[in-house]
């Protein structure tokens, strides 16, 4: 079917509470990917995940890891969240992860940290 | 510092007008350039890559062109339609390897009225 799912698509937490964000695709891919989106910036790059147990940092990884314990799955969490991890994020997937290859996107997960 | 600027950062068309989406950027090396469509709450889709040291690309009413000695994109989008109201994202890539990093740009919010 060709889907990247995410969930919650809202959360609201609070300061110092942990959060987890789920992903799930049912292509196969290898390499999926957290993305966050503040407004007035580009995408940003939190983690990259080669395969199961296979993850490397992006460009913005503190305050947050990951999880791949299934190809079809990853998932972000943040132990004791923060004010300013209040963000929409984006979970993608590729097919093997070279870089121009096309990225398929869930529909994000609004998450306020109050 | 930004590395992918677009312009302009919204613009406001009448249904059935033409309009032109601009981005520069200053990656290097730039592999690929890739359009997106993010409509409002949801993820990016892949609209059109463009590879070619000049190339251009076609996708029904949306057409696009790369300029790499200039680093500089258009999309244009034909006779527009209520459902072209959306962000419209520049992503370049650096390398088309598994080592690449794709560079987003913040986007170009679109609203097409009647």
């Known amino acids: 079917d060709m889907k990247v799912t995410q969930m919650p698509r809202y959360l609201i937490k609070r300061m110092g509470e942990n959060v987890l964000l789920e992903c799930g695709q049912d292509?196969?891919?290898?390499?999926m990917y957290w993305y966050r989106q503040d407004p007035g910036l580009g995408l940003q790059l939190i983690y990259i995940?080669?395969?199961?147990?296979?993850?490397s940092e992006g460009d913005i990884p503190k305050g947050y890891r990951v999880s791949r314990k299934k190809r079809e799955h990853f998932s972000l969490i943040l132990d004791s969240a923060k004010t300013n991890q209040t963000s929409v994020y984006f979970c993608?997937?590729?097919?093997?992860?070279?870089?121009?290859?096309?990225?398929?996107f869930g529909h994000g997960t609004k998450l306020s940290v109050l | 510092k930004t590395q992918v600027e677009q312009s302009p950062q919204s613009l406001v068309v009448r249904q059935g007008e033409n309009c032109v989406l601009q981005?520069?950027?200053?990656?290097?090396?730039?592999?690929?350039l890739r359009w997106f469509k993010q409509d409002t709450g949801k993820g990016l889709v892949s609209l059109t890559v463009?590879?070619?040291?000049?190339d251009k690309t076609s996708n029904g009413r949306y057409s696009a062109t790369l300029d790499k000695d200039a680093k500089h994109s258009t999309l244009h989008i034909t006779a527009t339609l209520l459902d072209d109201t959306a962000t419209y994202i520049c992503?370049?890539?650096?390398?088309?390897?598994?080592?690449?990093?794709?560079?987003f740009g913040a986007g170009t919010q679109l609203i097409v009225i009647p």
């Open positions: 292509m196969s891919h290898e390499t």
């Open positions: 995940s080669y395969d199961v147990d296979s993850n």
């Open positions: 993608a997937s590729s097919l093997s992860g070279q870089s121009n290859e096309r990225l398929f």
């Open positions: 992503v370049v890539g650096d390398r088309g390897s598994a080592l690449g990093r794709l560079h």
């Open positions: 463009l590879v070619d040291q000049k």
């Open positions: 981005c520069n950027y200053s990656v290097t090396p730039d592999n690929h």
